[in-house]
């Protein structure tokens, strides 16, 4: 479960260039809902991702991860509750570092880490399982080093990694923009897949209007640093991507002329 | 080149192989140009030196020189993660300060150890000449100190520490505190280095406070020119690479100082240091144009064998 509360987030405060973020944003996620996040650019979507993985400080407001308050909490202490998986295939993996090494650092995600051997037999032959639902062969390159695999194969095993130990929110982070359709369309169904049978929380943002009515139980839109769309259940289910522009204008008195969003 | 003069340049190459592996751990494990070492290593050497004539065991003298060196090393991470000053800089800063509190450890310029116990003297057994034991003894602790290295790379905290220098904002969402793992990191490397020096001034008889003068330089060339000669993605092999570059480094420099048809003198050690490093900077593109010209030859052929599987 994830409760956030009055966010606010500034860039730059007091200059020129002062960028108000986050305005005040609330949202909560019940345990168990997958969230597909939309909104134009600069609309605060990966702000706010960022501010719930603790990468970045908020200026105001709480965010509640279960039970705990993690508001002051920096990212790698948020770790054991909270999972992501970035934008930028590169970013969400080392690539000096070997899949099964990648793997082990997963492993041992939040978890306090000992001077005993990184890799067994054990853990090997388990990577070797998770890797073969995947479909790549990578399980037979447990040794290979991470630079090695394609921006899609790197991104299905981040998202291997993201589930390899149990968190309370998973973040994706336009996990897909930077893939091609066809890499795109399979990492978004094992995502889908993943989700399921963790039943986890999750919360995906999407440039796509298509992709965030078509994954997850529930649609949020983020404007101007706040949540000012949001569906599920019934209504969602027979929405379509007009329905939700139709939508945005009514609520907002104004037109979304962002391309990006529309053609998607 | 006689017998003895190689073993002594094997002695101190053996030496500078510690000082390679900790400039491989700051440099290339946790991507942190650490200049420290120019004042750690000398750092180790006073230390050593000012507790042996101040009466203590060579061994508990050597390993207040790491504990020390660990120190400067922890500093200098510390100004980088807590205080946010640049690495290049913060090392540098240390670096310099260490020149102040090396003088102020030693009390004066230079110490001389060659009438106190050493680690070696106190090593010494079955009557083995002094030019054969200081070789073998350094080669025992090179080794043990490379199999630790290898170990704790291989442990999960070792590899937090790749991941850290690899990927910082992925080790971090992974639950690494790269600012914690870069301050054991350079405490780690640093105390390698003050090690190195330790022994050195044990080895060679005293310690002098320039002499830590250009160890980054040597300490970089041996992990290049061991990158050069021994290209692998197993780190096992790397750590071995360092060590080897450490001891073919100095073992070159003896040849081309001690060559009197070349004509190069103790002066040009470092003009030679400059040369080789440059020389071994160059093989890897001399190398790759070779591949272009005969297909026959690849460049790099661990890349070849690792795709192909």
């Known amino acids: 479960m994830l409760r956030a509360k009055g966010l606010e987030i500034t860039f730059n405060p007091g200059t020129p260039i002062e960028n108000r973020v986050l305005r005040g944003l609330d949202l909560n996620i019940p345990t168990g809902q997958f969230v597909?996040?939309?909104?134009?650019?600069g609309a605060g979507k990966s702000t706010f991702l960022n501010a719930v993985s603790g990468d970045l400080a908020v200026d105001r407001g709480s965010i509640q991860i279960?039970?705990?308050?993690?508001?002051?909490?920096?990212?790698?202490?948020?770790?054991?509750?909270?999972?992501?998986?970035?934008?930028?295939?590169?970013?969400?993996?080392?690539?000096?570092?070997?899949?099964?090494?990648?793997?082990?650092?997963?492993?041992?995600?939040?978890?306090?880490?000992?001077?005993?051997?990184?890799?067994?037999?054990?853990?090997?032959?388990?990577?070797?399982?998770?890797?073969?639902?995947?479909?790549?062969?990578?399980?037979?390159?447990?040794?290979?080093?991470?630079?090695?695999?394609?921006?899609?194969?790197?991104?299905?095993?981040?998202?291997?990694?993201?589930?390899?130990?149990?968190?309370?929110?998973l973040l994706l982070d336009e996990h897909t923009a930077a893939l091609d359709p066809k890499t795109a369309a399979f990492v978004l169904?094992?995502?889908?897949?993943?989700?399921?049978?963790?039943?986890?929380?999750?919360?995906?943002?999407?440039?796509?209007?298509?992709?965030?009515?078509?994954?997850?139980?529930?649609?949020?839109?983020?404007?101007?640093?706040?949540?000012?769309?949001?569906?599920?259940?019934?209504?969602?289910?027979?929405?379509?991507?007009?329905?939700?522009?139709?939508?945005?204008?009514?609520?907002?008195?104004?037109?979304?002329?962002?391309?990006?969003?529309?053609?998607? | 080149?006689?017998?003895?003069?190689?073993?002594?340049?094997?002695?101190?190459?053996?030496?500078?192989?510690?000082?390679?592996?900790?400039?491989?751990?700051?440099?290339?494990?946790?991507?942190?140009?650490?200049?420290?070492?120019?004042?750690?290593f000398p750092l180790g050497g006073a230390v050593a030196a000012a507790l042996i004539v101040a009466g203590w065991n060579p061994f508990a003298a050597t390993a207040a020189a790491i504990v020390a060196g660990a120190l400067s090393g922890y500093l200098t991470a510390w100004l980088n993660v807590r205080l946010r000053i640049m690495q290049l800089l913060a090392s540098i800063l240390v670096m310099i300060a260490l020149y102040s509190v090396n003088l102020r450890v030693m009390g004066k310029p230079n110490i001389a150890l060659i009438d106190e116990p050493t680690v070696f003297s106190l090593l010494e057994f079955g009557g083995l000449p002094d030019y054969l034991l200081k070789p073998l003894v350094l080669l025992a602790v090179v080794v043990a100190a490379k199999v630790l290295i290898d170990l704790f790379f291989a442990s999960e905290v070792g590899l937090a520490m790749r991941a850290t220098g690899g990927n910082p904002r992925m080790a971090r969402s992974q639950g690494i505190s790269t600012d914690r793992l870069t301050v054991w990191g350079l405490a780690l490397s640093n105390g390698l280095v003050a090690l190195a020096g330790a022994l050195f001034v044990q080895s060679q008889g005293g310690a002098d406070i320039s002499m830590g003068l250009g160890t980054i330089v040597v300490g970089l060339a041996a992990v290049i020119i061991g990158e050069t000669i021994l290209p692998a993605r197993s780190l096992v092999i790397t750590t071995l690479a360092c060590v080897l570059g450490a001891v073919l480094y100095r073992f070159f420099i003896a040849l081309a100082l001690n060559s009197d048809f070349i004509g190069l003198k103790a002066q040009d050690l470092n003009l030679v240091t400059a040369v080789l490093v440059a020389f071994a900077l160059l093989v890897p593109t001399y190398k790759r144009k070779l591949a272009g010209l005969w297909p026959g030859v690849r460049a790099n052929p661990t890349h070849v064998v690792k795709e192909a599987k």
């Open chain 1, 36 to 41: 597909t996040v939309i909104g134009s650019n």
């Open chain 1, 66 to 169: 279960d039970d705990s308050d993690v508001t002051r909490r920096s990212a790698w202490q948020r770790s054991d509750l909270v999972a992501r998986v970035f934008q930028d295939p590169m970013a969400g993996t080392c690539e000096a570092l070997t899949i099964e090494e990648n793997m082990a650092l997963a492993w041992k995600r939040g978890a306090r880490r000992s001077f005993g051997f990184s890799l067994t037999r054990k853990l090997r032959e388990l990577f070797r399982e998770k890797l073969s639902i995947l479909n790549l062969g990578l399980e037979n390159r447990l040794s290979d080093r991470m630079g090695l695999l394609s921006g899609g194969q790197r991104q299905a095993v981040s998202l291997l990694m993201a589930s390899l130990q149990p968190s309370r929110i």
């Open chain 1, 189 to 264: 169904e094992l995502t889908a897949r993943i989700v399921e049978a963790g039943k986890l929380t999750a919360m995906m943002v999407t440039h796509s209007m298509r992709q965030a009515l078509d994954y997850g139980t529930r649609t949020v839109m983020l404007h101007e640093g706040r949540v000012i769309l949001d569906v599920k259940g019934v209504e969602r289910a027979g929405m379509d991507v007009p329905d939700l522009l139709h939508m945005f204008e009514k609520t907002r008195g104004e037109k979304l002329d962002d391309d990006k969003l529309l053609l998607a």
């Open chain 2, 1 to 40: 080149m006689s017998l003895i003069a190689s073993l002594g340049a094997i002695e101190i190459g053996l030496i500078f192989g510690l000082v390679a592996l900790g400039v491989f751990l700051s440099f290339r494990i946790i991507n942190f140009p650490d200049l420290t070492v120019d004042g750690s």
